[in-house]
């Protein structure tokens, strides 16, 4: 509950997952290639997360593995994970995969994203305090959204030591001011 | 905490970091004579030109500004003591004890407003630069050696501001690791073993804590 | 329909620049409000056939029972996101008190929907009854002080007979240099009205 109000969990939760409908189900169009507004017992759907995971809480349908945990993935992952691609899968493929996990009949995904995660994490560390590194550089477009937020809570304490090491005018225009203020009336 | 820094990150913003470094007692020379100072933090004072007094960084910087005193630089910001505190750092992954708890804060106080009071000051400087890189160099491998069954993070002899740095993205991977190894998403059989005899989860995984053990060794 | 437009109106939030807010989207904001709406006769329309046919509607797990709840659950995701949308921004509204001061800039103001206005308004009415009955101006000193009175430049300007808090009058002309108490020059530096000298 106290993630109610998180916005990226309402997003994360919105990632489309293939479903098989264990019974049918009338009235709804959400199935936007079909013609009638009636879902068959047995028919594949894509459907957000957040419905999925309710209506297989009530028996109504069966989750499959959603492809960014697919086995190419996987295969990636053990040869060199700090290299692949995460956000492309996935842009939270670690909070996704913690939530798919229980409701899909899939006991490693738990497993995968440990491991990768571990290993990522260290390149995360050295390359987040060192001032080189910047938002355009490749190793920052493969993060997913968690890595980048740890990386970004680094950068920005190492970032405000600095500016306080080199001394200057401690007062400052408001965060939200910045970079939009007209310099002339 | 306050205004302008990120509160979601618990971070103190490195001037607050400042400004209680700003308490510590450092020595002064003054040039003038005045009687006791009776402040809420204690009484400084009598001043008598040329008496060595002990005031606290902040007053002496006042001092200082206005040209009353002159400070003089505490026993650790020698040439001689800092090269020997780097060679230390060098040759052990263990953090010094030899440099207080403020090291960092007080020193770049002094070299920006008594920099004629200290003698050899930049190199100085430039040693102080060089054991803060090799100490955080060694806080980075401390920290790459995480995994989920860590619960508390031990680092003795941490300096207030190394400990400012590290501590949102301490908390952050903690918590991540914390989310990613619990016996929910990855059941016992398929874990993996850290070359340690197979312990039942008997560890507490309440929440997990970080522990910086600062023994600090200050010279008076 | 089915939380789409819900989730869009947070991906806009999410995407904003740091700290920075967004225009509210009252548009799109009005568009899943109408869907709750049309969710909800779905909704309605299935159960009523349920019954017509009369069958239990807590048991009777048929195909429009499980249409009903699809409607059901899309609604309620609706009113999440609703929510939470209402309820970042207002979380931002709060901040800027802290950290622009009490009088809002124009271009911040015509970003704010007119109840954030409002809300933005009496939050600011409540702090000032609070800081004068405690007789303690909580808003200055977010940076630990130094001095007492520092160097500033005017950057716009901001006029002529503005009152300081020792009762001394000031002309702010632009480009004009000035010996300040802190505690003053504070809410215009956050402004972006003035800037701090060092030097």
Known sequence: ?185 | MAGQSDSELSLFSAEELEFTAEDEIVEIVPNLKMPPLNLISGDFGPFTPQIVTKVPLWLAVALKKRGKCSICPPQWMSLEKLTQVLEAERDSQEMSEQLPFHYVEISRLLFEHARDNIPDVYMVRSLIEDIRDVRFHKVETDLEAFSGRTIAVKIKNLSAMEVNIVRPFIGRALQAFYKHDSPELIPDPERVSDNRPQVVNNAPRATSKITFQVTCHIES | MYGRKGCQLLKELSSAEKGHLPQFNSDLFEQVFAECSQHHLELQSLIRKMQEEGLDVQTAKNADHHGALIHHLALVRNKRCLMAYVYNRADNVRSLLWKIGHVLPKEIEEKLSHSEEVYFKKHSARLKSYMSSLQVDLTVDMVPPKDPYIKIRVLDDIGEGIVLSDDKTANFARHSIHFLKRTDAEQFISRGLMEELTG
């Open chain 1, 1 to 185: 509950m106290t993630k109610y109000y998180d916005i990226d969990d309402i997003i994360t939760e919105e990632e489309t997952v293939s479903v098989i409908f264990q019974k049918a189900a009338s009235g709804v169009g959400i199935d936007p290639s079909a013609e009638i507004d009636f879902i068959e017992a047995g028919s594949k759907v894509e459907l957000p997360f957040w419905l999925a995971h309710e209506l297989q809480l009530r028996q109504a349908v069966s989750v499959n593995v959603p492809p960014c945990f697919n086995q190419k993935t996987r295969l990636e992952i053990q040869a060199d994970s700090a290299s692949v691609d995460l956000r492309s899968r996935c842009p939270f493929f670690y909070e996704f995969g913690c939530k798919i996990a229980p409701i899909v009949a899939d006991r490693t995904i738990g497993f995968l994203l440990f491991s990768a995660f571990k290993s990522r994490y260290k390149e995360v560390l050295t390359k987040a305090h060192t001032a080189t590194f910047t938002a355009g550089s490749k190793f920052w477009t493969i993060l997913t959204k968690e890595e980048i937020n740890l990386y970004e809570t680094a950068q920005s304490a190492m970032a405000s030591f600095k500016k306080w090491r080199m001394g200057g005018a401690r007062f400052q225009v408001a965060s939200i001011l910045r970079r939009k203020r007209k310099s002339t009336e």
